[in-house]
């Protein structure tokens, strides 16, 4: 007869655990796997609005002194889905909004644009606190000169800061070029002027502007900086007016615009850009004060080819919805050259005792072809019905929708300015 093996077949784990504890078992490993999957996510709209809330409390809540101690790059990160706390202000609430930038009022149904936040990697950006910026500027006057991308941030400042003003305490004029807004409660101004290539030009109208020759007075700055010399802040842009494909710039020695026998030169965009620059360089060195903080802007890059993406057809920033999601993109519009050219320019004013504080915007927004206006803004042209029949033709994928990606430039701006206290 067989012996009977010695070997004791041993039921499963699971089989020899009651029920119930099985049951728990289960649930806490599902908890465990899905808590880690969700803190995996860059976008926050996978976590509940607690979560969120706490870990808002240590992603913004900190000083700007913090984040300036941190020697962080404020310029490199990743754009996060932000339920929360974004907007910063109500698009059609603005009291001052542009119709060229006001895309809401204009008919833009998807507002998801408005929802992004930019996170730096590695470092934390100190929450907007528009109180404690004017506050910051109380007496004292903020200039964006420049372009319409410029006036595009300025708006945006204006309208992140309206909300701490009070109703009756605050107002808009224009003179010329010149735009002021007043936060009276504060004694403060913060202004726009226009000048699209710094020194004086024929594209100085702020409404006529738009000519098929482009004329600059060599070495002429003083005109203009006269109107925004006593600011004790300064953020200055160049770059749009500057890039007209096949276009030759015209630079005026002596005589007016408009006299035909004036004395001449015309010479690539890039070469008066240079000029503009070196003017513009030489006048903050003679007329410098050093209280005074300074910024320039960085360019602004366009949305216009959407192959570049990796879109069909003759796709551009009409009917996008999404980010850009390949790290380090950028397009073909964005002139490095020009970019480089401003970087050495602000290097030797450094060597000279002047420091401005370049806001160097052109990355974070290059991942942002679903920010700008496309067809939701007032066009001042008669449109026409071919024209209206084809979206992507008309689309303006230069400026950007508000509150949106300019709302981030300002929130730099903000870091910049209150961590950096004038003695």
């Not at 093996?5 to 899905?34: G, K």
């Not at 679903?370 to 008309?394: C, M, Q, T």
Request: hydrophobic share 35%.
């Amino acid at each position: 007869m067989a012996k009977k093996s010695n070997l004791v077949l041993q039921e499963p784990w699971w089989m020899r655990t009651p029920l119930p504890s099985v049951f728990f078992i289960s649930i806490l490993v599902f908890v465990v796997v899905v808590l880690f999957i969700s803190l995996s996510y860059d976008k926050v709209e996978y976590l509940s609005p607690k979560i969120f809330d706490r870990q808002q409390v240590n992603l913004m809540s900190v000083s700007a002194d913090e984040t300036r101690k941190q020697k962080c790059d404020l310029f490199s990160g990743r754009w996060v889905y932000d339920y929360s706390t974004q907007p910063l202000y109500s698009g059609v609430g603005c009291s001052y909004m542009n119709d060229e930038v006001a895309c809401e009022k204009f008919g833009r149904k998807d507002l998801e644009h408005q929802r992004w936040r930019w996170q730096p990697h590695g470092c934390r950006v100190p929450r907007f606190d528009p109180e404690k910026l004017l506050n910051r500027l109380t007496g004292k006057r903020m200039v964006f000169v420049g372009d319409s991308l410029n006036r595009n941030q300025w708006v945006s400042m204006v309208c992140m800061l309206e909300s701490a003003v009070s109703s009756d305490g605050h107002s808009m004029s224009q003179n010329g070029s010149l735009r002021s807004f007043k936060a009276k409660d504060f004694n403060a101004s913060i202004d726009f002027y226009w000048s699209p290539l710094l020194v004086e030009s024929n594209c100085d109208d702020p409404v006529h502007h738009r000519l098929s020759d482009r004329m600059m007075r060599a070495n002429s700055i003083d005109a203009h900086a006269q109107r925004w010399a006593d600011a004790d802040i300064l953020v200055f842009n160049s770059y749009l007016w500057w890039k007209k494909p096949g276009m030759k710039m015209k630079v005026i020695y002596d005589g007016s615009f408009e006299d035909e026998d004036n004395n001449m030169e015309e010479m690539e965009m890039i070469d008066g850009f240079g000029l503009a620059l070196k003017a513009w360089s030489d006048w903050l060195e003679s007329h410098r004060n050093r209280s005074t903080q300074l910024f320039f802007v960085s360019l602004s890059p366009t949305h216009a080819w959407g192959y570049e993406w990796g879109a069909e057809g003759n796709q551009n920033c009409y009917n996008q919805t999404q980010p850009i999601e390949e790290e380090g993109y950028t397009g073909k519009g964005s002139d490095y050259k020009m970019m480089r050219m401003v970087e050495e320019t602000v290097e030797r004013l450094s060597n000279k005792g002047v420091d401005v504080q370049i806001l160097n915007i052109t990355q974070l927004s290059e991942y942002r072809k679903d920010g700008h206006p496309s067809i939701y803004r007032k066009f001042w042209d008669d449109l026409g019905k071919e024209r209206v029949a084809n979206p992507s033709g008309y689309s303006d994928c230069t400026h950007w929708c508000l509150p949106g990606v300019p709302d981030v430039w300002n929130e730099l701006l903000y870091a910049f300015i209150v961590s950096q206290e004038q003695v």
